[in-house]
Structure formats: structure tokens, C-alpha cells
């Protein structure tokens, strides 16, 4: 074996021959080391030339790989958005927020208009898949549930990742599902297609409140806010209406098509005209040299998302020891229930009763729906002179939240009077216009229930709010979605004039829980507040020294949690 040795100028060469480092030839390789080896002797220039050849196209084949790779990587980070840009969002110029705003106020049109679009095409989904009127309302209570649970998860990730990106990843989910619920052959796909949409189209409740904090400030939301809530509200008049005329001409999978359209659309918009407002600090302990200890501090940066999720659910679990919270949660659930005994009933109802086509069933639900804005209108504007009433009376400092809830007791009346309006009109076949006025009617007494308990959860719970928000919407949703199922069977069980009349009846006594917080929920509220300081600051006594000089600051620390539970209770309203 013969031994080949190196110089320093020959040594990358030898690096890249079946040679060892001492230079030998390992045994195997004899006869390919002679081979190169006789190569590198006759034609030893030609063998330096190739290598540089191939070291320089080996050099720019990398270097165009990492362009390239720099390349879609600032392009995926631009159309994603950039959490830590340096500027501020509130400092966008006024055509740039409306822009926002609009964007932001078409999402939250999706979430409303999903779950009423095809309502008027019930029958006809029914007879194409072949299942029962019950089978086909659990569409309906899947859409529900989830719609009441969804937006918590999506709250706690815009916060870690930003809202720009939730916003994408939520509308490609309602896009695959609506074409999904638009291909179904069965039920059981239905039902699981619904439920996936319903996560994604329940994302733009929370994150349209999200984008308008991080983008107005406090003085100037009002009309930021005015304009996001056109879309729940518009959600439940025109979703109908569009929805029977497409079952009556296009067919049922028709709608689920326009959901996937509206999705389509909103995420272009969202992809290329909305940018990324939530704005968070770089930790400087994560940008270090790469040293062990940046490795150990940046991995649980990993688990941020899952912390937190967890931070918005563990208030949630403390404000199930609160008294007033779980009374006005029973409130709220009782009523919630009842609607969705009723209104997966009405293209049914309709149809059998008027001989009605889907698109006139559509129509009919318009009365529901303007019944929902007028009341969510009229409502506030009641609280608000009730409120004013007792300032004045009582003086401002002896008003507490407990006052806010006499703001529902239009409530008591309207709605039992609204479902016995719509049993009895129904049960003997009076004009179509007499059940209309039954839901007109309810529904201005639905609103005139929900807003000023909503309004309460807020007032009473500083900080704290939106956990409350969260559990009245997530038990009633679930509740309500339970009661879906049943609805048909107990319709055609006993007929709409016993079922409405017991639901009247249910409401009647459930006047009382409210008023059970009337009388004992100030002090319930105070004791729990105490056991679990949980309550709000007391204000310093003129001989205390102030420790807290800035109530701005409490106010920037206490304002996206309050509004973003007012976001979510006018949402779940609808």
C-alpha cells in the first residue's frame, strides 16, 4: 500500500478523497485513491480550475437559495403584519382608520349572518339529506355552541400573535367548512362542517374589538364602536332575507357558497388592506448571543399562547363563586333557551301554516330582526334615562350597578307578551301579520333583557368583566344549542299554543331571578369581593397619601378588558 503525503496547499483536496487525516489510504479505497491520484498527476492544473468551479457555483447556488428564502420570508412577515413595528396605530391618518374600520365591521357581519342565513331553508335541508327536522336543528345547535366558545380561544391568541393573523387563519377555516357544509352528502357531516365554521366565523366578534383598542383611544371610539356594530345588527335582518331567496332559486348549498364568497372577500381585504394594530416590546433578554442561558429564557416563550389561554380561563373559574354572576347567567340562559325553541321553528311554522316558500319564510324574518335593532336602540336609550332619573333622586354617589338592572323591566312584559301573541295567532291561523307582531314584539323584549344585564356584568365587575361576559355567553350558547335539538319535536309534541304559553310562563317566573339581585346583589357582590379581593380600588381618603398618581393608567389598564365585554355581550345579543 503505497502512502500519499500532503502538503499544506493540497490539503482541501485531500479532505475531499477517500484519504484519512494522517494522509493513508484506507484498504477499501485503493483502487479509486490510484484512479484520482493518477488523475491529479497528469492533469493537476484542470483538477484546481474544476474545484473552484464547483466552490463558486456551489457558493451562488446557496447564495440565490437564501434570497429566495429572504424573500418569502419578508413577504410572509409583511402580510402577516409585524407585532413589534415601532409605529403606533393611533397615529394612522383618518383614511386609513376608516378603512379599518370598515374591514373590521364587515367581519362581524359573518358570525350573525352565518347562523341565520339558512334558517329559511331548514325543510329543504331536511328533505335533500334525507333526516328529521331534529337531526337537522342540531346544525343549527353545533353553530351555536361553538359561536359562544370560539371567541375566547381566539381573544387569547391575538394577544400572543397578533390580530392580523388570526384574522386570516379564522377566514380560511370559514372558507374550507362553508364549501365543506356546501358539499355535505349526510347529517352527520353537516352538523361537523357547521361546528368548524362556526370557530372560524366567531373570530371577528373579538378580534373587530381588538383592532379598534389598539387603533382609537379612549375619546374617540364611540364612533368606532357605532360603525362595528352594524354588522351584528344588520346580521340577523338581511341573513334571512338573502337566505330564502337563495334556497328558493339556487338551492340550500347556495348559502353555504355566498359564506365561503363573503369569507373569500373579507380575506383579501383583511390580507392585503388591513395592517397588523396590536403592538407589544421586543424582550431584550431573548436577544442575547445565542448563549445557553438566551436558549433556556426563550423557550418558554413557546408555551406564551397556552399561558395565555389559561389566564383567561382561570378568572373565569373565580367568578363562578360569585352569586350575582351565576343568577344573572341563569337570567340570561333561561331566555336564550326559550328563543332557540322558537326560532328554528318559525320556517316550519310558516311553511305548514301559510303554504310559504323559502323566500317569503326570509321575509318573515325580518320582523325578528328589526325587532333586534329597535330594540338594542331603544333599550340603551332607556337605561341611560333611567340612570339619569336616579342620579338626580339619589345623587351620584349612592348609585350603584344593582340600579342599572330596573332597565329591564320592559322585559317582563314584552317578552311573555310576545309569545303569546305569536302561540295563539299561530294555533288558529290568524293573518301572517298577527305571529309577526309576536316576534316584533319579543324581540324588542329579548334586547331590553339582555343589554342592561350585560351592561351590569360590566359595571359590577371592574377588570373582571369580560371573564363574566364570557361565562353568561358560553352556559347560555351551550344551553341554547341543547334546546335547538328538541325544538321541532316539542313543536309538533304538543303545538305552538301549549309550547309558547309554557315558554310565556317560564319567563314570567323568571323575573324572579333578576329580582332576587335586586334585593340581595349588592351585598352578595360585596362579600364575595372581600373573600376574594376581587374588587374594585377604594378611592384615598383626603388624609391618605395617594400611591397612584396616574388614573389614566388604571383607566388604559381596565379599558380593553371593559370594552371588549361590551363587544362580546352585543355580539352574543344578536
Same mark, same amino acid.
Given at each position: 500500500?503505497?502512502?500519499?503525503?500532503?502538503?499544506?496547499?493540497?490539503?482541501?483536496?485531500?479532505?475531499?478523497?477517500?484519504?484519512?487525516?494522517?494522509?493513508?489510504? $484506507?484498504?477499501?479505497?485503493?483502487?479509486?485513491?490510484?484512479?484520482?491520484?493518477?488523475?491529479?498527476? /497528469?492533469?493537476?492544473?484542470?483538477?484546481?480550475?474544476?474545484?473552484?468551479?464547483?466552490?463558486?457555483?456551489?457558493?451562488?447556488?446557496?447564495?440565490?437559495?437564501?434570497?429566495?428564502?429572504?424573500?418569502?420570508?419578508?413577504?410572509?412577515?409583511?402580510?402577516?403584519?409585524?407585532?413589534?413595528?415601532?409605529?403606533?396605530?393611533?397615529?394612522?391618518?383618518?383614511?386609513?382608520?376608516?378603512?379599518?374600520?370598515?374591514?373590521?365591521?364587515?367581519?362581524?357581519?359573518?358570525?350573525?349572518?352565518?347562523?341565520?342565513?339558512?334558517?329559511?331553508?331548514? $325543510?329543504?335541508?331536511?328533505?335533500?339529506?334525507?333526516?328529521?327536522?331534529?337531526?337537522?336543528?342540531?346544525?343549527?345547535?353545533?353553530?351555536?355552541?361553538?359561536?359562544?366558545?370560539?371567541?375566547?380561544?381566539?381573544?387569547?391568541?391575538?394577544?400572543?400573535?397578533?390580530?392580523?393573523?388570526?384574522?386570516?387563519?379564522?377566514?380560511?377555516?370559514?372558507?374550507?367548512?362553508?364549501?365543506?357544509?356546501?358539499?355535505?352528502?349526510?347529517?352527520?357531516?353537516?352538523?361537523?362542517?357547521?361546528?368548524?365554521?362556526?370557530?372560524?366565523?366567531?373570530?371577528?366578534?373579538?378580534?373587530?374589538?381588538?383592532?379598534?383598542?389598539?387603533?382609537?383611544?379612549?375619546?374617540?371610539?364611540?364612533?368606532?364602536?357605532?360603525?362595528?356594530?352594524?354588522?351584528?345588527?344588520?346580521?340577523?335582518?338581511?341573513?334571512? $332575507?338573502?337566505?330564502?331567496?337563495?334556497?328558493?332559486?339556487?338551492?340550500?348549498?347556495?348559502?353555504? /357558497?355566498?359564506?365561503?364568497?363573503?369569507?373569500?372577500?373579507?380575506?383579501?381585504?383583511?390580507?392585503?388592506?388591513?395592517?397588523? $394594530?396590536?403592538?407589544?416590546?421586543?424582550?431584550?433578554?431573548?436577544?442575547?448571543?445565542?448563549?445557553h442561558d438566551a436558549t433556556e429564557k426563550r423557550k418558554p416563550e413557546k408555551f406564551k399562547a397556552l399561558k395565555n389561554l389559561s389566564a383567561a380561563f382561570a378568572p373565569m373559574l373565580v367568578m363562578l363563586g360569585d352569586p350575582t354572576v351565576c343568577v344573572?347567567?341563569?337570567?340570561?340562559?333561561?331566555?336564550?333557551?326559550?328563543?332557540?325553541?322558537?326560532?328554528?321553528?318559525?320556517?316550519?311554522?310558516?311553511?305548514?301554516?301559510?303554504?310559504?316558500?323559502?323566500?317569503?319564510?326570509?321575509?318573515?324574518?325580518?320582523?325578528?330582526?328589526v325587532g333586534l335593532v329597535f330594540g338594542s336602540v331603544l333599550s340603551g336609550q332607556y337605561a341611560d334615562i333611567i340612570l339619569r332619573r336616579l342620579r338626580k333622586k339619589r345623587g351620584p354617589e349612592n348609585i350603584y350597578s344593582e340600579l342599572r338592572l330596573r332597565a329591564t323591566f320592559p322585559a317582563f312584559i314584552l317578552i311573555p307578551a310576545g309569545y303569546l301573541i305569536y302561540a295563539w295567532t299561530t294555533e288558529k291561523g290568524i293573518g301572517v301579520y298577527a305571529p309577526l307582531i309576536g316576534l316584533f314584539v319579543y324581540a324588542l323584549g329579548q334586547m331590553s333583557a339582555f343589554t342592561p344585564t350585560s351592561v351590569y356584568l360590566v359595571d359590577s365587575k371592574p377588570g373582571r368583566s369580560a371573564s363574566a361576559i364570557a361565562i353568561n355567553n358560553c352556559v347560555r350558547s351551550i344551553i341554547g344549542a341543547i334546546t335547538t335539538i328538541f325544538s321541532s319535536s316539542c313543536l309538533n309534541a304538543v303545538g305552538p299554543g301549549i309550547l309558547y304559553t309554557i315558554l310565556a310562563a317560564i319567563n314570567v317566573a323568571n323575573c324572579g331571578t333578576l329580582l332576587i339581585v335586586m334585593i340581595y346583589g349588592r351585598r352578595w357582590r360585596t362579600a364575595f369581593e372581600e373573600r376574594t379581593g376581587t374588587g374594585p380600588q377604594k378611592p384615598f381618603a383626603d388624609n391618605e397619601k395617594a400611591t397612584d398618581p396616574k388614573p389614566h393608567e388604571k383607566e388604559e389598564v381596565k379599558e380593553y378588558d371593559e370594552e371588549l365585554a361590551i363587544v362580546h355581550s352585543r355580539m352574543s345579543e344578536i
Open positions: 500500500m503505497n502512502t500519499i503525503t500532503r502538503s499544506e496547499g493540497n490539503k482541501e483536496h485531500a479532505e475531499g478523497s477517500n484519504l484519512d487525516i494522517s494522509g493513508q489510504i $484506507t484498504p477499501d479505497d485503493t483502487h479509486s485513491v490510484r484512479t484520482n491520484s493518477t488523475k491529479d498527476h /497528469y492533469w493537476p492544473h484542470a483538477s484546481k480550475e474544476n474545484c473552484e468551479d464547483s466552490r463558486s457555483s456551489t457558493v451562488v447556488h446557496h447564495e440565490d437559495n437564501s434570497r429566495q428564502r429572504n424573500f418569502f420570508k419578508k413577504w410572509f412577515s409583511g402580510m402577516m403584519g409585524d407585532i413589534y413595528a415601532e409605529d403606533n396605530p393611533r397615529d394612522y391618518p383618518a383614511w386609513k382608520k376608516n378603512i379599518i374600520i370598515f374591514i373590521v365591521g364587515l367581519s362581524g357581519i359573518s358570525g350573525p349572518i352565518g347562523s341565520m342565513l339558512y334558517m329559511p331553508g331548514l $325543510t329543504d335541508v331536511a328533505a335533500d339529506l334525507h333526516a328529521s327536522l331534529p337531526a337537522i336543528n342540531a346544525t343549527v345547535a353545533a353553530y351555536v355552541a361553538l359561536m359562544g366558545i370560539a371567541p375566547l380561544f381566539w381573544a387569547s391568541m391575538s394577544d400572543t400573535f397578533g390580530r392580523k393573523p388570526m384574522y386570516i387563519f379564522s377566514l380560511i377555516i370559514s372558507i374550507v367548512a362553508a364549501v365543506l357544509c356546501a358539499i355535505s352528502r349526510n347529517i352527520a357531516m353537516l352538523i361537523v362542517f357547521r361546528a368548524i365554521q362556526a370557530c372560524g366565523s366567531g373570530s371577528g366578534q373579538t378580534l373587530g374589538a381588538g383592532v379598534i383598542a389598539d387603533t382609537f383611544d379612549v375619546a374617540n371610539r364611540g364612533r368606532a364602536y357605532g360603525i362595528f356594530y352594524i354588522g351584528p345588527l344588520l346580521g340577523p335582518v338581511i341573513g334571512p $332575507t338573502i337566505g330564502g331567496f337563495l334556497c328558493q332559486f339556487l338551492g340550500w348549498r347556495s348559502s353555504f /357558497y355566498f359564506l365561503a364568497i363573503l369569507s373569500g372577500v373579507l380575506l383579501l381585504m383583511v390580507t392585503f388592506l388591513l395592517p397588523e $394594530t396590536l403592538r407589544k416590546k421586543r424582550d431584550s433578554e431573548v436577544l442575547t448571543d445565542g448563549s344573572i347567567t341563569v337570567y340570561n340562559t333561561v331566555i336564550f333557551s326559550c328563543l332557540y325553541l322558537l326560532t328554528p321553528t318559525i320556517t316550519e311554522t310558516f311553511e305548514n301554516l301559510y303554504n310559504y316558500t323559502s323566500w317569503q319564510v326570509g321575509l318573515c324574518y325580518l320582523a325578528f330582526g
